[in-house]
């Protein structure tokens, strides 16, 4: 599996790009992202390449969401 590495304009415009592929993979699984993310954890879902990407996804949407509260926080 080759890496892909996409760059954005703002941290804003990673996160609505992720959430959009997120959405994706919990219409095709009916399962919401966290939910999956903690049975994935558990060894309760395949590691299939979808199940990768989805967990890196997640992983990924919850750094830049935590990077966004930080400097929301410092800016107050």
């Known amino acids: 599996m080759q890496k892909q590495r996409i760059e954005y304009d703002s ?9 959009k592929r997120l959405t ?4 095709k699984y009916n399962m919401d992202s966290e939910d999956f ?5 558990k060894g309760l879902a395949e590691d ?3 199940f990768v990407n ?3 996804d997640y992983q990924h949407y919850m750094a830049v969401r935590n990077e ?3 400097q929301l926080k410092n800016a107050a």
Do not use: Q
């Open 54 to 56: 989805w967990s890196n």
């Open 37 to 41: 993310f903690h049975k994935y954890g």
């Open 24 to 27: 994706g993979y919990e219409n």
């Open 11 to 19: 941290p804003v415009d990673a996160l609505i790009a992720i959430t």
């Open 68 to 70: 966004i509260e930080r």
């Open 48 to 50: 299939t390449a979808d």
